[in-house]
């Protein structure tokens, strides 16, 4: 074999291996685990564990009834979709405990992350919330110079008392999972404040803010971004109640038609924005999970899938507990998994639930991976 057939042979066969390992990694990318160390989660109280009834105002039972058997801090009958996100990026050696709140100065452990998520935040001010999604971008900043700070000084000082057990690790803090939900109440403050046509007209300078609070986040060594669209704000009962009377304002679901198209196309700018962000930032890789989609599912099969209709919620003022008129007020129903609302405005333990089933396994992600598989990019895998 002369020298020119055995050059074009040997890259042959590389160029073959190549091939052979970029089909392997892209078909099985979807069952490969990232083995994230770490979560660090921004957002309202859709995946707030603890945080603003540390800091504001106390979340009372019945709330956490279902599963933690106390309040839990969550305006919910017990878990979060944040707090099944343990269960579904674990891998055989590594279970992610639950979420500390950054605000809440008892039992916490940040070892392996930590939640700056808070009730009615927003991602511009103002709103129902102080800590916006700017203040809590800060709050991870100061969080992560400062722990990381104390866990050097207590390694180098070994006879120090302290621990460094609930500590993160400073060199994870780059191989850790952000997660950001955060979006829905911007759109309700502005439903309950200005008008649709003013809402809608607000969508650009949202979704603007966002951008450079990613961008600070990735100069500050994230990498990998799990992002959640806004939910269908128009199926909330909350919202529903208010248009009972006008059905020509709901749609098929009996959820309010005009709130659910806001969300649609706030939720369109959000994934150009992060189709924006791929091309800035191509050493990170950008999760879109569509949960108004699965939502909206869990809505529209309702009872088929077990519930009740989704306008019945099963806890009124959930928050507080009360009498009027020698009624009891605060109380849940005897079946809060039959109920995709706790409350009117948050969604009940099992549905929560079932909804991390499905966008946690890609089914309504873009690209369409898995948790487990968020440090990979289908498009750029070799």
Same mark, same amino acid.
């Given at each position: 074999?002369?020298?020119?057939?055995?050059?074009? +042979?040997?890259?042959?066969?590389?160029?073959? @291996?190549?091939?052979?390992?970029?089909?392997?990694?892209?078909?099985?990318?979807?069952?490969?685990?990232?083995?994230?160390?770490?979560?660090?989660?921004? @957002?309202?109280?859709?995946?707030?564990?603890?945080?603003?009834?540390?800091?504001?105002?106390?979340?009372?039972?019945?709330?956490?009834?279902?599963?933690?058997? !106390?309040?839990?801090?969550?305006?919910?009958?017990?878990?979060?979709?944040?707090?099944?996100?343990?269960?579904?990026?674990?891998?055989?050696?590594?279970?992610? %405990?639950?979420?500390?709140?950054?605000?809440?100065?008892?039992?916490?452990?940040?070892?392996?992350?930590?939640?700056?998520?808070?009730?009615?935040?927003?991602?511009?001010?103002? @709103? /129902?919330?102080?800590?916006?999604?700017?203040?809590?971008?800060?709050?991870?900043?100061?969080?992560?110079?400062?722990?990381?700070?104390? /866990?050097?000084?207590?390694?180098?000082?070994?006879?120090?008392?302290?621990?460094?057990?609930?500590?993160?690790?400073?060199?994870?803090?780059?191989?850790?999972?952000?997660?950001?939900?955060?979006?829905?109440?911007?759109?309700?403050?502005?439903?309950?404040?200005?008008?649709?046509?003013?809402?809608?007209?607000?969508?650009?300078?949202?979704?603007?803010?966002?951008?450079?609070?990613?961008?600070?986040?990735?100069?500050?060594?994230?990498?990998?971004?799990?992002?959640?669209?806004?939910? %269908?704000?128009?199926?909330?009962?909350?919202?529903?109640?208010?248009?009972?009377?006008?059905?020509?304002?709901?749609?098929?679901?009996?959820?309010?038609?005009?709130?659910?198209?806001?969300?649609?196309?706030?939720?369109?700018?959000?994934?150009?924005?992060?189709?924006?962000?791929?091309?800035?930032?191509?050493?990170?890789?950008?999760? /879109?999970?569509?949960?108004?989609?699965?939502?909206?599912?869990?809505?529209?099969?309702?009872?088929?899938?077990?519930?009740?209709?989704?306008?019945?919620?099963?806890?009124?003022?959930?928050?507080?507990?009360?009498?009027?008129?020698?009624?009891? +007020?605060?109380?849940?129903?005897?079946?809060?998994?039959? !109920?995709?609302?706790?409350?009117?405005?948050?969604?009940?333990?099992?549905?929560?639930?079932?909804?991390?089933?499905?966008?946690?396994?890609?089914?309504?992600?873009?690209?369409?991976?898995?948790?487990?598989?968020?440090? !990979? !990019?289908?498009?750029?895998?070799?």
């Amino acid at each position: 074999m002369g020298f020119p057939w055995k050059l074009f +042979y040997v890259f042959g066969i590389l160029f073959w @291996g190549f091939s052979q390992r970029w089909r392997t990694v892209e078909s099985n990318a979807g069952s490969f685990s990232c083995g994230f160390p770490a979560i660090y989660n921004f @957002g309202d109280s859709n995946s707030d564990t603890g945080g603003i009834s540390a800091a504001m105002s106390e979340i009372l039972s019945p709330n956490g009834e279902t599963f933690f058997g !106390h309040p839990a801090g969550r305006a919910c009958d017990g878990r979060l979709i944040i707090d099944f996100i343990g269960k579904f990026t674990s891998s055989e050696n590594l279970k992610l %405990p639950y979420l500390s709140a950054y605000l809440d100065s008892v039992g916490t452990n940040f070892r392996h992350g930590a939640n700056f998520a808070t009730g009615g935040s927003s991602i511009r001010p103002p @709103g /129902y919330s102080p800590f916006n999604l700017w203040v809590q971008i800060s709050q991870f900043i100061q969080f992560k110079a400062r722990t990381s700070s104390l /866990y050097n000084q207590l390694t180098l000082n070994r006879r120090n008392p302290l621990t460094i057990s609930n500590l993160p690790r400073p060199a994870e803090f780059s191989q850790a999972l952000y997660t950001i939900d955060i979006g829905q109440n911007d759109l309700a403050h502005g439903f309950q404040y200005t008008t649709v046509k003013q809402v809608l007209a607000s969508i650009p300078d949202i979704i603007g803010q966002l951008p450079q609070a990613i961008h600070t986040l990735y100069n500050e060594g994230a990498r990998f971004f799990w992002v959640h669209n806004t939910g %269908p704000i128009g199926c909330l009962p909350v919202s529903v109640l208010y248009e009972i009377s006008k059905p020509w304002n709901l749609d098929k679901n009996g959820c309010v038609r005009l709130q659910n198209e806001v969300a649609m196309e706030f939720n369109r700018q959000l994934k150009d924005m992060i189709s924006q962000l791929r091309a800035q930032l191509p050493f990170a890789r950008f999760t /879109y999970v569509d949960v108004y989609s699965a939502k909206y599912t869990l809505v529209s099969d309702a009872k088929n899938l077990g519930f009740v209709e989704a306008v019945n919620f099963c806890c009124g003022n959930c928050m507080k507990k009360g009498m009027a008129n020698g009624t009891v +007020y605060g109380n849940p129903c005897n079946h809060p998994a039959k !109920h995709i609302s706790w409350d009117g405005i948050h969604y009940s333990q099992a549905a929560n639930m079932w909804v991390a089933e499905r966008i946690f396994n890609g089914s309504f992600s873009d690209p369409p991976l898995s948790i487990q598989s968020a440090c !990979h !990019h289908q498009t750029t895998i070799l």
